[in-house]
């Protein structure tokens, strides 16, 4: 066992060290103002199978779906002290004039994250969705990546399936604009043992193989995922993680605002396509 | 300074086999045994006592990738050629996996209705033949046998 | 909170329409054969039996192994004949089960 960990990891390195070679004798960093992938923007799904492409299609058999199931309860059920539910606020999941709040559901997902003025940084579903927990349900928050706040998330960004994402971040003077260099600092900075920044892998090596693994251009338009991998749903963070640990470097934490920094310069990177969460990814 | 990064490494290697080692783990497949064709076989044998297989083109393996993208849900379907009628129709289909730690994967019992073909998901340890009988209602078990490769993705822990 | 299995089976169908039938269940299908982090093993926590029955009658079953990915999908066909309803039930290992019926119109 020691064995093939270790032939493994070197089999990984070995693996790894021929893309970080390949990669300098390319520019090191993209550092135009235009659109890195130019016209170029596909979603996950462009290179998943027709089998792992079919049950996202259906949501019978999206196997996240009984997790949204689940949350479309919480959904109408009277939370915490306030004992109030998501839709005496916001009325049905899908309510275009979404309830008295006059705040519906549909959009938030092509949109997010978007800037939050209480912490002066950008703010996911994830965390708005436990915002109003604590704030307007006094309800105690959901954990990051348990089961309700996946299902929730879910909930919430499929009334956006098929709406381009949207964002304004990359302009100077947006509220979100700090956060979206900071986010772009942090793609391009190599990190962890093996020495990588998100664009080796994801910019420029998209479509190349790392092993038996085809890479991505590492869009986020699918998320929440269930991952065919974990068998069971998981959120962006719990994505980036497993890519930080995969370079060896040591992950932030589920939340962080190193994540939400670069899930909002993502978004950018993913400008226009369309909203697929809860997809279904290999 | 160096010692503080050094142990920054260790720890994040040890972290990294843990991590290595949990993706074998994740399929629940780190036992060492393993089934084989005989055991596959003798499973099926098993389950439809001892009666004589043939292979048979009637059976067909629908929707069932010839490379998986992940071992832990592999889409398969298998469709048998069947009036589904009260005297001819298929009674059973049984799934095996040649290199899973037990061949079994899953038994559907059909009645005389609808048509006979199922859809389910299963885990493949590794390359391996899959196997499908369709036992009718004639008491004859009709096989098919499909190689799926399986790929260790590596990435997105 | 448990999740409710879903099932998808159309409300109305005509005589003699065949008809999928696609069931999602959510569990983990614990094989029995992992470890947790000090060694010990996971024991094994499986559905192992999926029945369809139609009027009391099974129409449709499945014996499950620990090698049925987790949230178990099955799907499978069958004739409307009848009004009725069919109920689908998931079993455990610890013979603990979850139901899900469904009604049809057949004109």
């Known amino acids: 066992m020691t064995f093939k960990k270790t032939a493994i990891t070197a089999g990984l390195i070995a693996g790894f060290g021929l893309i970080a070679a390949a990669c300098t004798q390319q520019k090191e960093e993209h550092m135009g103002m235009g659109h890195p992938y130019g016209d170029e923007v596909w979603s996950g799904y462009a290179t998943a199978t027709p089998e792992t492409r079919a049950m996202q299609d259906d949501d019978f058999e999206n196997p996240f779906m009984p997790y949204v199931d689940v949350a479309a309860e919480i959904y109408d059920s009277p939370q915490g002290e306030a004992n109030k539910s998501c839709a005496d606020c916001h009325g049905a999941p899908d309510d275009a004039e979404g309830g008295p709040m006059g705040i519906p559901m549909k959009g938030v997902g092509a949109r997010y994250p978007i800037y939050d003025a209480e912490m002066h940084r950008p703010i996911n579903v994830e965390l708005r969705v436990n915002r109003c927990r604590t704030k307007y349900q006094k309800a105690k928050p959901f954990k990051y990546e348990s089961d309700e706040l996946l299902g929730m998330t879910g909930l919430v960004v499929m009334q956006s399936r098929g709406m381009p994402r949207v964002t304004t971040a990359d302009q100077v003077g947006d509220e979100l604009y700090p956060a979206w260099l900071q986010g772009k600092a942090f793609y391009y900075q190599r990190r962890g043992q093996l020495d990588l920044a998100c664009k080796h892998c994801h910019e420029d090596n998209a479509m190349n193989m790392v092993r038996a693994e085809l890479l991505s251009q590492g869009q986020s338009n699918g998320f929440p995922t269930y991952r065919l991998k974990w068998q069971k749903p998981g959120s962006l963070h719990r994505r980036f993680r497993g890519c930080n640990k995969n370079i060896r470097s040591i992950p932030f934490a589920y939340g962080a605002e190193e994540y939400l920094n670069l899930e909002t310069y993502l978004a950018w990177r993913g400008k226009g396509l369309p909203v697929e969460g809860p997809s279904v990814r290999k | 300074m160096s010692k503080n990064i050094q142990q920054m490494v260790r720890v994040d290697r040890r972290e990294a086999l843990k991590a290595a080692g949990a993706s074998v783990l994740a399929l629940g497949f780190a036992s060492t045994a393993q089934a084989t064709p005989e055991a596959a076989a003798e499973a099926l044998s098993k389950a439809t006592g001892g009666a004589a297989t043939t292979m048979s083109d009637k059976v067909k393996f629908v929707g069932l990738p010839e490379i998986a993208e992940n071992g832990a849900t592999v889409p398969v379907g298998i469709s048998v050629d069947s009036p589904m009628s009260a005297d001819n129709y298929v009674k059973h289909i049984h799934v095996f996996a040649e290199g899973n730690p037990s061949p079994e994967t899953i038994t559907f019992n059909l009645t005389p209705t609808g048509k006979a073909e199922v859809n389910t998901r299963i885990r493949l340890g590794k390359t391996q033949n899959v196997v499908a009988a369709a036992v009718m209602s004639d008491g004859s078990v009709l096989t098919a046998k499909r190689e799926v490769k399986v790929t260790i993705g590596g990435c997105g822990g | ?107």
């Open chain 3, 1 to 107: 909170m448990a999740k409710k299995p879903r099932v998808k089976l159309p409300k109305k169908a005509k005589a003699g329409d065949m008809i999928q039938v696609k069931t999602l269940a959510s569990h983990k299908m614990e094989t029995g054969n992992r470890k947790d982090k000090k060694g010990n093993t996971i024991p094994r926590l499986i559905l192992n039996k999926f029945t369809c029955t139609f009027g009391g009658k099974e129409v449709f079953s499945a014996d499950m192994h620990p090698a049925v990915s987790a949230n178990p999908y099955i799907a499978f066909f069958i004739t409307a004949t009848a009004s009725g309803t069919y109920e689908f039930t998931w079993t455990d290992d610890a013979g603990k089960s979850m139901s899900v019926s469904k009604d049809i119109a057949v004109s």
